[in-house]
């Protein structure tokens, strides 16, 4: 029997305590939560106390950890504005990197990111956890069925809170609508919608169309984000992400084919995750009955993304969400702010 891959943790906040945690729980027979790094000592007591990490291996300077702990992976879970900087020094340490998204907060440093993964041989990955959803992978099976896809459209809306800004106590809220961090709805929230629906239609985007902007919250950073996308087979999309507006009827992408439709609701267990078109049948809610329990509860994709990617690591296979496709969101995103600024549409040119 292999070894568990041992795991170093680039932050421990939130997105850890709330969602990893319990991926990694799910998996102890193939990793292990080895070291951490983390800033805040509650952070790092919290998930050090979960995992039982020794207090050795406890560290506040992540560059501290990836000199002195054994490891073979990290995750960096840190606000946006860190992941270039700590993916390229995770790489020249020679250990796999698991980033949340996105890879990064420019494609200048997206391009930083990818030579330094390829020049020491890592493998790099980035969480794109939607597409790992119940409802999401039966909805990949039917996209052959369904043709050639010629319409998407992708919708993530709510409100942030009353006193939302940099200045926040909470610091979640306080890194999200700050432009130095790397906030703002498109890179945040939206950037989900997008990969999602782009999943769907199976053809990536050309050109982009958007006006990405701060309408109603006192922040320096887009609270509304409207994107009109062509696809390279013609195909147009729409993704529309906001933070000032209520979020009824939120949180879904569809794709239109010559055979069909389907509609994906996210952050659905199993209950109304999938629907599908037809001529002859209309809209029929699809049975997920194929996912076994843990699956159908994991309603936001973590647990079945790590899964997959450690098996990957672990039997050294092509990982489930390749960089390029990383590369290729924030691409979208960065042609829709350029868009904004020059009102015209953006060109994304193939690799």
């Not at 906040?13 to 990694?24: D, E, L, N, S």
């Not at 992976?73 to 020249?92: D, F, G, K, R, Y």
Request: aromatic fraction near 6%.
């Amino acid at each position: 029997m292999k070894k568990p891959i041992r795991l170093g943790l680039i932050g421990c906040g939130g997105i850890v305590q709330i969602t990893h945690a319990r991926a990694y729980r799910a998996l102890t027979d193939t990793v292990q939560v080895t070291a951490l790094a983390d800033v805040v000592p509650e952070n790092l007591q919290k998930i050090g106390d979960l995992f039982n990490v020794s207090r050795e291996n406890r560290y506040t300077d992540y560059r501290e950890m990836l000199e002195h702990a054994a490891l073979d992976v990290v995750t960096i879970a840190t606000p946006h504005s860190l992941h270039a900087e700590q993916v390229i020094e995770a790489a020249n340490a020679g250990v796999a990197v698991i980033s949340e998204k996105p890879m990064a907060t420019t494609l200048e440093e997206a391009d930083t990111i990818m030579e330094a993964v390829r020049r020491k041989g890592v493998p790099y990955t980035v969480v794109h956890n939607y597409i790992f959803t119940a409802g999401m992978r039966a909805a990949m099976t039917e996209l052959d069925a369904l043709g050639e896809s010629h319409f998407g459209r992708s919708v993530g809306m709510g409100l942030k809170p009353a006193d939302f800004s940099a200045d926040h106590p909470t610091p979640a809220f306080a890194w999200r609508a700050s432009k130095a961090k790397g906030g703002g709805c498109i890179i945040d929230t939206s950037y989900h919608e997008i990969y999602a629906v782009c999943t769907l239609m199976r053809s990536p985007v050309r050109y982009v169309e958007a006006r990405v902007q701060t309408l109603r919250l006192d922040i320096d950073v887009d609270d509304i984000a409207m994107l009109l996308c062509e696809h390279e087979n013609g195909a147009v999309t729409t993704v529309s992400g906001a933070w000032c507006v209520p979020g009824t009827d939120s949180g879904w992408c569809e794709m239109h084919a010559e055979n069909g439709s389907l509609r994906v609701q996210h952050r659905r267990n199993v209950e109304d995750a999938l629907r599908r078109f037809t001529r002859s049948d209309g809209w029929k809610q699809l049975e997920l009955s194929e996912f076994n329990e843990a699956e159908q509860q994991d309603a936001s994709g973590h647990v079945r993304y790590f899964t997959e990617t450690f098996n990957a690591l672990a039997a050294d296979t092509a990982l489930p969400v390749p960089a390029e496709k990383a590369y290729h969101n924030l691409a979208i995103i960065e042609a829709a702010r350029k868009a904004t600024t020059e009102r015209s549409a953006i060109e994304i040119l193939p690799p």
